[in-house]
């Protein structure tokens, strides 16, 4: 299997475990791309990096039981990207990595941004959840990738 297939199979199974009530995990596997990392070595945080990450956690992980019984309207969703946009801006002002850790970052950063510009979107509520899944595919690249004490990827409810 090409790399580049196996990606985008372990991107839409990630995405298949979140229940995200309305999701198609072909059309976000098909446009994520996950960073190229030594997958035996974890990166070193720093607390802006971990305190900026729990929260948008925090965030998605309070948010979901409501998105789930399509209770999310478009109101709640621009608020939620709102307030995930606010920890990424604070992650890039006072998160200071070594250069290695930096470039995976950026593009974890970019997952979470890429599901920023859908759940902010007006467009139909199923692409608001698609930007869900994205970010909550990209809080699950970060706990693979940096060592982060603690870190849970968010649980699934059924």
Known sequence: MKANSARK??????????GIAGVTTGAVAGNVQAPLV???????????LEQG???????VEQSL???RADQFGDERYN???KAIETQVAYIVKNCKLEPAADGVLHDVLGEVSSGIDRVTAKTAENQRTHGVSYIIAALDSYGRRFDHAGWTPIKVVP
């Open 9 to 18: 199979l372990a991107i839409a199974c990630a995405l298949a475990l979140t």
């Open 53 to 59: 990450m729990l929260n948008i956690r925090a965030i």
């Open 65 to 67: 039981p409501q998105i």
């Open 38 to 48: 030594q997958a035996e070595a974890k990166l070193q945080t720093d607390t802006a």
């Open 79 to 81: 608020a939620l990207g």
